[in-house]
């Protein structure tokens, strides 16, 4: 059995648990606190497995360096569009993540629903649109909203990993039918 890992990043507050939290069911969500990690995990066939996983404590990356960098498919960069204080903190953490596996980076300017959140563009302008890096808009607290970034990522990862298919299209028949439990 495989597991290849998505790791979401991202200043404090900016929505990391609350996208994990909208991406299942409650009880798929797994909090493994002696780890320091929140994650769920998607069986793609009877050998592969994807782990979608973040830090419970926003700073800390041991985890992510614990993987092996081949078995890190990309990464989720979590930013809060309407708290531009926090978007250098953001930029760290991208540089970061990516200097230890280069994979592809899907920016997520989330809390898009905040009146004065800046749009993805600009944040991703910002931060730094290097090759590989892809920005997005989102609402966390809307499931329809972050299986669509989910999926974006997916895409751009999806011609190295043709198996994942399955999961992508087990992702798209619940997409958008979901969103009165939010
Ligand atoms: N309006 C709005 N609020 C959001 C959105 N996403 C998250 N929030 C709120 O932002 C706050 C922080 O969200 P969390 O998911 O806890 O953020 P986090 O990144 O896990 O924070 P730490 O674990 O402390 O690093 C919560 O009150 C969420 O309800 C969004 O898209 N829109
Ligand atoms: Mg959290």
Not at 38 to 51: G, H, I, K
Request: hydrophobic share 45%.
């Amino acid at each position: 059995m495989t597991t290849l890992y998505v790791y979401i990043a991202g200043p404090e507050g900016s929505g990391k648990t609350t996208f994990l939290h909208s991406l299942g069911t409650p009880e798929s969500l797994i909090v493994d606190r002696e780890n320091g990690i929140e994650y769920r995990q998607f069986v793609v066939d009877d050998t592969l497995d994807l782990q979608v996983l973040t830090s419970i404590e926003a700073s800390r990356f041991d985890r992510l360096l614990e993987i092996a960098q081949r078995d890190i498919l990309g990464y989720l960069i979590i930013v809060d569009s309407a708290d531009q204080e926090s978007w250098s903190m953001a930029r760290v953490m991208l540089a970061h993540s990516r200097g230890y596996a280069l994979v592809p980076t899907l920016i997520v300017a989330n809390k898009q629903d905040l009146l004065g959140a800046a749009t993805p563009e600009q944040v991703g302008a910002w931060i730094g649109m290097e090759s590989m890096v892809y920005v997005t808009g989102c609402q966390a607290t809307k499931p329809s909203s972050v299986r669509a970034a989910f999926l974006q990522l997916l895409f751009s990862v999806r011609h190295e990993i043709e198996r994942l298919d399955s999961l992508i299209a087990e992702i798209e028949r619940t997409f958008g039918t979901d969103d009165a439990d939010a």
